[in-house]
């Protein structure tokens, strides 16, 4: 990728809180450093406080003089996100928070635990500007972009109430990632990429978690597809296709219009092979609308042409929103769908449905708050 990027993948920065550590990478903390009067070594003091012991606040951080915990409170650690409150469901297992951003925004991010991993659903902006119509965070529009601060400490909150054993289910790690909160990470992607690297990176510059246990969901915005490719990182690609066909596509993921499906298959092709990352395609199963037998053929044979055995396929019940005609396709109609996509020789499984009783499976963060 070498054209520059269209402006919908970087809107300028419009109510983006204060600079905040999690903003800086190792160059910039010690910048900040000069700036602030402190010698180099604090900056990676303080990084080892927020990465390494996941605090933060900076009162909490003992090992500074008092006079340094005041100046980088002020300069680097502005209120950043604030739990509104917890719910949750699955008998503890999944935990969905709302978040109040410094400036009165709400952001949500779930958390699920699995007997062999903990996965946090993270939002990387406040509502979506895609207008999927079966997503509810699409039906409210985009409010604003989140700083690369307020992704990363969805991150450190959760893996600290992990550690802390205060999430039912005792002591735990966080082990995974997943971008399918709020938002189109691509159309965020400076800061969303920089978020990666801070999750994934070794403490003190980061958080420490494997980048083939992060997950990047997208609509398909074909040149920011490649653009990640070439970042060097090992993260898995979701791509978000909900139907083989232009035609419908176009209504159930808009942005179609623009990058259509071929465009979108040879995007993910390009990242298979420059990451040898297998891709994900998700596929929310809509009844009447994106489940025919005819559908899951096409399916098949695309991803199989496009990607080979690169590629694996996550079906999702859809997950109705308040007030749509739109439901779930019946079992045996899903089962029909799977293997059909898998007689294509590609894999194939329904995903399975966390939180559907506090509305946080994906894509449906934001609208009941
Ligand atoms: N914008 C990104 C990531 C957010 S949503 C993307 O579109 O990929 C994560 C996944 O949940 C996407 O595949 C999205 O299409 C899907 N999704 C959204 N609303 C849904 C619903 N009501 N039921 C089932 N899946 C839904």
Same mark, same amino acid.
């Not at 550590?21 to 700036?35: F, K, P, Q, T, V």
């Given at each position: 990728?070498?054209?520059?990027?269209?402006?919908?993948?970087?809107?300028?920065?419009?109510?983006?809180?204060?600079?905040?550590?999690?903003?800086?990478?190792?160059?910039?903390?010690?910048?900040?450093?000069?700036?602030?009067?402190?010698?180099?070594?604090?900056?990676?003091?303080?990084?080892?406080?927020?990465?390494?012991?996941?605090?933060?606040?900076?009162?909490?951080?003992?090992?500074?003089?008092?006079?340094?915990?005041?100046?980088?409170?002020?300069?680097?650690?502005?209120?950043?996100?604030?739990?509104?409150?917890?719910?949750?469901?699955?008998?503890?297992?999944?935990?969905?928070?709302?978040?109040?951003?410094?400036?009165?925004?709400?952001?949500?991010?779930?958390?699920?635990? !699995?007997?062999?991993?903990?996965?946090?659903?993270?939002?990387?902006?406040?509502?979506?500007?895609?207008?999927?119509?079966?997503?509810?965070?699409?039906?409210?529009?985009?409010?604003?972009?989140?700083?690369?601060?307020?992704?990363?400490?969805?991150?450190?909150?959760?893996?600290?109430?992990?550690?802390?054993?205060?999430?039912?289910?005792?002591?735990?790690?966080?082990?995974?990632?997943?971008?399918?909160?709020?938002?189109?990470?691509?159309?965020?992607?400076?800061?969303?990429?920089?978020?990666?690297?801070?999750?994934?990176?070794?403490?003190?510059?980061?958080?420490?978690?494997?980048?083939?246990?992060?997950?990047?969901?997208?609509?398909?915005?074909?040149?920011?597809?490649?653009?990640?490719?070439?970042?060097?990182?090992?993260?898995?690609?979701?791509?978000?296709?909900?139907?083989?066909?232009?035609?419908?596509?176009?209504?159930?993921?808009?942005?179609?219009?623009?990058?259509?499906?071929?465009?979108?298959?040879?995007?993910?092709?390009?990242?298979?092979?420059?990451?040898?990352?297998?891709?994900?395609?998700? !596929?929310?199963?809509?009844?009447?609308?994106?489940?025919?037998?005819?559908?899951?053929?096409?399916?098949?044979?695309?991803?199989?042409?496009?990607?080979?055995?690169?590629?694996?396929?996550?079906?999702?019940?859809?997950?109705?929103?308040?007030?749509?005609?739109?439901?779930?396709?019946?079992?045996?109609?899903?089962?029909?769908?799977?293997?059909?996509?898998?007689?294509?020789?590609?894999?194939?499984?329904?995903?399975?449905?966390?939180?559907?009783?506090?509305?946080?499976?994906?894509?449906?963060?934001?609208?009941?708050?």
């Amino acid at each position: 990728m070498t054209a520059p990027l269209p402006l919908v993948f970087d809107a300028p920065r419009r109510g983006m809180p204060p600079r905040h550590l999690a903003d800086l990478d190792a160059e910039g903390r010690r910048a900040a450093m000069a700036e602030l009067g402190l010698p180099k070594f604090r900056a990676d003091q303080i990084a080892r406080q927020y990465y390494g012991r996941l605090q933060a606040d900076p009162a909490a951080m003992t090992d500074l003089p008092a006079a340094v915990r005041d100046t980088i409170a002020g300069a680097l650690f502005p209120p950043l996100l604030t739990p509104v409150r917890h719910i949750a469901c699955d008998s503890g297992e999944t935990r969905k928070t709302l978040w109040r951003a410094g400036d009165g925004t709400l952001l949500e991010s779930v958390l699920m635990r !699995y007997p062999d991993r903990a996965t946090l659903c993270i939002s990387s902006q406040a509502g979506c500007g895609m207008a999927c119509p079966f997503c509810a965070t699409g039906q409210g529009g985009l409010n604003r972009n989140l700083s690369t601060a307020e992704i990363v400490d969805q991150v450190r909150a959760a893996a600290a109430d992990l550690r802390d054993g205060a999430v039912p289910g005792g002591a735990g790690r966080l082990s995974n990632i997943v971008f399918m909160g709020m938002g189109e990470p691509l159309a965020n992607y400076k800061r969303v990429v920089n978020a990666v690297r801070r999750i994934t990176s070794a403490a003190p510059d980061g958080l420490g978690i494997s980048q083939r246990n992060v997950v990047v969901s997208t609509v398909g915005l074909a040149p920011a597809i490649r653009k990640l490719a070439d970042e060097g990182l090992s993260v898995t690609l979701a791509v978000s296709l909900h139907t083989p066909d232009d035609e419908l596509r176009d209504t159930l993921v808009p942005v179609n219009n623009r990058w259509p499906v071929a465009e979108v298959l040879a995007a993910a092709r390009y990242y298979a092979d420059k990451t040898g990352r297998r891709i994900s395609v998700e !596929y929310a199963l809509i009844r009447d609308i994106n489940d025919h037998p005819w559908r899951a053929d096409m399916l098949g044979a695309k991803l199989h042409k496009a990607l080979g055995s690169r590629v694996h396929v996550n079906v999702i019940p859809l997950n109705p929103t308040p007030g749509s005609k739109w439901d779930a396709s019946p079992k045996p109609v899903e089962r029909e769908f799977v293997r059909r996509v898998e007689a294509q020789g590609v894999p194939c499984t329904v995903r399975d449905t966390r939180g559907q009783e506090i509305a946080a499976a994906c894509g449906q963060l934001a609208a009941e708050g």
